[in-house]
């Protein structure tokens, strides 16, 4: 399987992925206030890595299309996908130590669960700017960034309500 194939492949997923969110949001839709819920957070999270792996894989495949160096297409996606993890996980930390304090946010399994991918991920991003630039971290990246979606999804279903104990 070419890397165009395995990137049409993430697309339709991410499409299918955002859609479920548009599903779970129109039948869970309550009224929160404005506090960052457990349940709205990972709706959150679902709505930006599928859409995140859509955009990316979208934009990769763009790259191909215009006959751009295939060297070049992988370190400037590995690029764009380092800075929205980072910014992903930045935003996504401080959501969850506003709304659950830092004691409990630093007991929460669930947060290094998905942190420790992303950690490992950015580094070989890093390593793929500086040094590789092959396809494979980026698909990495973008299986890590649909793997949490799934992860979210999951979560919105096994808890429906917006009282769930821990993030």
Not at 3 to 24: D, K, Q, T
Not at 46 to 64: D, I, N, P
């Amino acid at each position: 399987m070419n890397p165009s194939e395995v990137l049409m492949l993430i697309v339709e997923a991410s499409l299918a992925l955002a859609g479920f969110a548009g599903v779970v949001t129109a039948l869970g839709r309550r009224g929160t206030g404005h506090l960052i819920s457990p349940r709205n957070l990972n709706l959150v999270n679902l709505l930006a890595t599928s859409f995140g792996a859509l955009f990316l894989s979208l934009g990769a495949l763009a790259l191909q299309s215009a006959d751009v160096a295939d060297a070049t297409t992988w370190r400037a996606c590995s690029a764009i996908g380092l800075v929205t993890l980072v910014f992903f996980s930045a935003r996504s930390l401080r959501e969850i130590t506003r709304s659950i304090g830092m004691r409990r946010a630093v007991r929460s399994i669930v947060l290094y669960a998905i942190n420790l991918p992303i950690v490992v991920v950015c580094a070989l991003l890093v390593w793929n700017i500086l040094l590789a630039a092959v396809f494979w971290p980026f698909f990495v990246m973008l299986v890590v960034m649909f793997a949490i979606g799934c992860f979210s999804f999951a979560r919105l279903l096994l808890f429906p309500s917006s009282e769930e104990s821990a993030v």
